[in-house]
């Protein structure tokens, strides 16, 4: 895989990434969706609060950028990386959010990345 092209997929990820920080930001300000506290009210105030528009909008672009990688790198290799997304949200979950993740999560994390390079040095 050229460099352009993992940077143009890893852009995508960062982004979907991102999305799924913005979306946790966006819950952390309405609080906890579920049925005893009036699931649709929840989900229509959950509408005014700014991180969910960013989420979203984060999502969209990284479909974009997804669909022109795919046009240039085979899917069988582009789609594992993806999995960089776990590594992605575990680190900025901690340092943005203050989710500490466990030894049992840095190992999957570790395994994950020599997945990645090896999928994507092939």
Do not use: C, H
């Amino acid at each position: 895989m050229k460099l352009s092209d993992f940077t143009l997929l890893f852009s995508g990820v960062l982004l979907n990434a991102l999305a799924q920080l913005g979306l946790k930001a966006a819950t952390r300000v309405s609080g906890p969706l579920n049925s005893t506290t009036g699931l649709w009210q929840k989900g229509l105030d959950l509408l005014t609060v700014p991180p969910l528009w960013y989420a979203l909008l984060a999502y969209g672009l990284s479909l974009v950028v997804w669909i022109v990688g795919l046009s240039r790198v085979p899917v069988s290799q582009a789609y594992p990386l993806l999995s960089l997304g776990y590594v992605i949200n575990i680190g900025l979950a901690w340092w943005l959010l203050g989710e500490v993740p466990n030894l049992q999560r840095v190992a999957g994390v570790g395994v994950i990345l020599l997945g990645v390079v090896m999928v994507a040095r092939s």
